[in-house]
T-cell receptor
Framework: AQKVTQAQTEISVVEKEDVTLDCVYE???????LFWYKQPPSGELVFLIR??????QNEISGRYSWNFQKSTSSFNFTITASQVVDSAVYFC?????????????FGQGTELSVKP | EAGVVQSPRYKIIEKKQPVAFWCNPI?????LYWYRQNLGQGPELLIR????????DSQLPKDRFSAERLKGVDSTLKIQPAELGDSAVYLC????????????FGPGTRLLVL
């Protein structure tokens, strides 16, 4: 069965600290996609990244970076030099191509609080 | 490019009353989704449309929930009658094509049932 686990419920850091949000997934499919979304207090989920299971290359976008490791079934997200505007709930999600029509399965989310 | 539009943003009703939510997806997006997000949890899919066809409604409580996407563009989700446990945020999302295409979400409707 597919499952996404975000073990960190809440994280609090001080501005300019680096922070890593963990995501561990379970799947039996060989072809799948992983996503990260940000949900600020306004409520809208904002798409951050999509990664397919055949591309293990790490990705960097500005202060954001993602580490995908199939060997440990993890897709961790790091924010470098965090800012107050990064405060939000972050969700990791999994979509299996060959199962359940690719339905997006979300983790429980990690609430990040960045204090000035 | 305009994002996914949802209305209303907030709704407070008494139990047993009906309620409806409206969603307009991103222009050109064929696939539309309705999710429910309970407090402190990730969103859970209720129903997925590909154009006018509901292709995955396995999680929709059909005794009280209904949805439609008549012309393959905007969509309405209805609850009748509402129960206390229906209090949640109802999110609409759209994607260019079927999964695993990236889904883009609207701001959601926060429903409170008293």
């Amino acid at each position: 069965a597919q499952k996404v686990t975000q073990a960190q419920t809440e994280i609090s850091v001080v501005e300019k600290e680096d922070v890593t949000l963990d995501c561990v997934y379970e799947t039996r499919d060989t072809t799948y996609y992983l996503f990260w979304y940000k949900q600020p207090p306004s409520g809208e989920l904002v798409f951050l990244i999509r990664r397919n299971s055949f591309d293990e290359q790490n990705e960097i976008s500005g202060r954001y970076s993602w580490n995908f490791q199939k060997s440990t079934s993890s897709f961790n997200f790091t924010i470098t030099a965090s800012q107050v505007v990064d405060s939000a709930v972050y969700f990791c999600a999994l979509s299996e191509v060959n199962n359940q029509g690719g339905k997006l399965i979300f983790g429980q989310g990690t609430e990040l609080s960045v204090k000035p | 490019e305009a994002g996914v539009v949802q209305s209303p943003r907030y709704k407070i009703i008494e139990k047993k009353q009906p309620v409806a939510f409206w969603c307009n997806p991103i222009s050109g997006h064929n696939t539309l989704y309705w999710y429910r997000q309970n407090l402190g949890q990730g969103p859970e899919l209720l129903i997925r449309y590909e154009n006018e066809e509901a292709v995955d409604d396995s999680q929709l409580p059909k005794d009280r929930f209904s949805a439609e996407r008549l012309k393959g563009v905007d969509s309405t989700l209805k609850i009748q009658p509402a129960e206390l446990g229906d209090s949640a945020v109802y999110l609409c999302a759209s994607s260019l094509d079927r999964p695993p295409e990236t889904q883009y979400f609207g701001p959601g409707t926060r429903l409170l049932v008293l």
